[in-house]
Each structure stands twice: as C-alpha cells, then as structure tokens.
C-alpha cells in the first residue's frame, strides 16, 4: 500500500470510528493480505480489539497475525450483525460484500480504501451524476496526454504493481509490431512504476495519480479509442482473464503473453537493457553479500522468525548482509540498509551473488541478473482460486521456496 492508499485508509478508518462508535462492536477485517495486516496495525495501535480477519482460503484459516485468528468467512455470523463492522482494503470488494450479505450478515460492511472507483454498481442520481464528472475528467486526462504526445500510442497500466509493469514490457515490443505503432507512452499511477518501464527502453512515460489514471481508462473504453490499450488482465471491464483461474492454472506471466497481448504460449519476454551502475558497490563486498528484499506492497509478509533465521545462517558464513529498504522500511536485525534504484539493482545482486527476497515486482526486475537467486512465498491461493502463490508466480532462473505454517530454513 503506497502513502497515498494508507492516508485514504486512516482517514476513512477515523470517521468511521467517531461515526459508529466502534468500541461497542466486534471489528472483523476481511481478506488476508499486506494491505489487512497494515490496517491490523493501525487499528490495534489506536487501542482498538479485531475479533478476526476473514479469509476464503483454507490455507490461511486458523494461522494468526498479531493475535488475530484467521477464520472462515461465516465466523462473522457468531455475533449480532448489529453490532458487527466489518472493513476491507483489498481490491475485490464487491464480491466479499456479497459474499457477506448471502452468508446473512446484515450488518456495517465498509470500504477503506478505493483502488478502483469504476467498480460501483447504482442508479442513483448522485452516482449516475458522479460518474459522468468522473468520465469527463478522464477524457481530460487523455486530450492532455495527446497534446503532450501528439500521435504517441498510449499504453497503461492500471494496476500499481512493478511485476505487472515488467511483465507489461516484456512482451510490449511484439504488440508494437503487431499493431504498427512507433512512439508510445506509458501511463503509471507510481514513479517506481515508472523506473521499471524505463528499464525496458520507454522514452515517454507518465506518472498520473491512480485516481487520474483509473478515470483516464475509463474514459478510453467509453470512446473504444484505438489509439489506445489497457494492459491489466483482470479489469473487469475490459476482459476479466482471472475468471479462467477457476478453470485452468495459468501464470501471471502467461495471461500477459497471451491474454492480455494475444502472443503465442512460447513467446520468448525481451529483457530489460537499460540498466545503471550502482554508484555505491564499493561498500558491498564482491561475490560474498546477501542482498536480504523482505518487503513487497501486495502480499502477506513472511513470519519474523523466518528472516531471523535466514540472517542468522548467511551471517554464520561471514557473508555481509544488507536489506532492500525503502522509505519508512527498517532493515532486518543484523544486516545495514541499502536503498538502489531499480535500475541499479542488477549490478548490486550481481555484486554481493546472492539475493534472497519475497515473491515480489523487484523479482522480475532481477530476473536476468547473474547470481543466486531465491524467491519466498507466502502459503496463500491466488484471489480466491485453487492455485497457490507460487503456481501463479513462479519465476524461471529462480529458487521459489513456499513458505508455509512449519517452515524451517535449510542452508542452501
């Protein structure tokens, strides 16, 4: 959850609790993921009691997070509905909403963050009327990008995800031929976004506010402008490929190959060339340092001790350790922060030859680089489906490691 998400999240976490009165009710969170647990904290730190987080996976249910059980959906039936509130921050709202109210829960259902505002299905005049000032500022948004761009093709990508970006990119030059267009820009809602389509050769790119862009997009599919496309896979409103995950295991990779892009199952993704030095290697010790990458925006962190455990072993070898950090991010115990840019993070893999990081966008960043690689996995399934994490997500030159409730580290 980028600080944008997380102010929305707090702010609206504020006025639901003076609204409501939340100290008389059961608080659930719905949905297990990095965005549940951030919102965990925030309510926990602000002195509040979750009754539990609810989530349909299996795999997840009966694990904890802070205390907090994770439970079957139909727990939230245990309590009087009345006194009940239950909140999301995961981007399938509308169908946990209606899971909740077929179960028989009639209770406060609340929306704490807005990752997609197309996604709201009323008649009502303030919505109608909300709606169309919001298409209208999304065609705004485009005749502004065409002024800039004049004759550019315009590719965006929706989703706030540097994997999705990459993946995006890797098969964007054999669309291009396709199609026939020349220049392009690029259109993300996040400058690291944006860093990792200038890694595979973008020239023009645009970071607008998500808001902004999901408007833009709506706006492109009113006008089924041909100068422009969307590349995501599981936009609703454009081709919703993730409904094939209830029928048929496919990788995120795969349905950007051939879902979204339309290329043959065997089309080889280009790699990334336009890479930088890191200006700081002199600090890292050649050949003999791990490059620790513990955090990612989308998915569950892994357990504590899973970390301490993995420094412990590699700070046994006397290898020098490092965390990826970011800002507002603490490295892990024993190990020094190292903040590159994503165009420098081939050279620094490559310098300290090994890196170990959750399953997250900066794998695929460092997916060509030349060292030891390991990708962790949070033991979750993919948005509900019957495919894991690590089905979904696999990444080729990689060592993808699942890590479930009894996992224990093996030197490697």
């Not at 890694?199 to 422009?228: I, N, P, R, S, T």
Request: charge should be neutral; glycine fraction near 8%.
């Amino acid at each position: 959850m980028d600080s944008e998400q997380y102010r929305e999240m707090r702010e609206n976490f504020q006025a639901a609790a003076e609204a409501c009165s939340l100290r008389d009710r059961k608080i659930y969170l719905f949905g297990h993921c990095g965005a549940t647990e951030e919102l965990a904290d925030l309510i926990l730190n602000q002195g509040y009691g979750i009754e539990a987080i609810l989530d349909n996976s299996r795999t997840k249910q009966g694990r904890q997070y802070r205390g907090i059980v994770i439970r079957e959906p139909s727990a939230v039936l245990e309590h009087d509905s009345r006194k009940s509130v239950v909140f999301l921050v995961t981007r399938f709202y509308e169908a946990m909403y209606a899971q909740l109210r077929k179960l028989g829960f009639d209770g406060k259902v609340q929306k704490l963050v807005e990752y997609d505002t197309g996604a709201e299905y009323s008649l009502s005049p303030e919505t109608v009327k909300r709606k169309n000032d919001r298409v209208a500022g999304g065609m705004k948004t485009v005749r502004e990008l065409e002024e800039k761009h004049p004759g550019m093709f315009r590719i965006y990508c929706p989703f706030p995800a540097l994997g999705d970006v990459c993946f995006c990119m890797s098969y964007l030059p054999y669309f291009q031929k396709r199609r026939g267009f020349s220049e392009y820009v690029i259109c993300v809602s996040r400058e690291s976004c944006a860093q990792g389509a200038v890694l595979f050769g973008a020239v023009h790119v645009e970071v607008l506010k998500q808001e902004c862009l999901d408007a833009a997009v709506q706006a492109e599919l009113y006008m089924q402008d041909e100068h422009a496309f969307i590349a995501h896979q599981d936009r609703p409103y454009a081709i919703d490929l993730c409904r094939a995950l209830h029928v048929k295991k496919i990788t995120l990779e795969k349905m950007y190959c051939c879902g979204v892009f339309g290329l043959p199952g065997e089309t080889k993704p280009v790699p990334p060339t336009a890479w930088l030095p890191y200006r700081g290697s002199g600090r890292i010790e050649a050949h003999h340092a791990v490059i620790f990458a513990p955090y990612a925006k989308s998915v569950p962190l892994l357990p504590k001790r899973v970390w301490e455990d993995i420094v412990a072993d590699y700070g046994a070898r006397g290898c020098q350790l490092f965390t990826n950090v970011a800002e507002g991010e603490e490295p892990l115990k024993g190990t020094e922060p190292i903040c590159p840019g994503i165009r420098e993070m081939k050279s620094v893999v490559e310098r300290a030859g090994t890196f170990i990081g959750i399953r997250s966008g900066l794998c695929d960043v460092i997916r060509t680089a030349d060292c030891h690689k390991i990708a962790l996995y949070p033991d979750y399934h993919y948005c509900g489906t019957r495919w894991t994490a690590a089905e979904i997500y696999a990444i080729e030159g990689f060592e993808n490691i699942v890590v479930n409730g009894d996992f224990q580290w093996l030197r490697r």
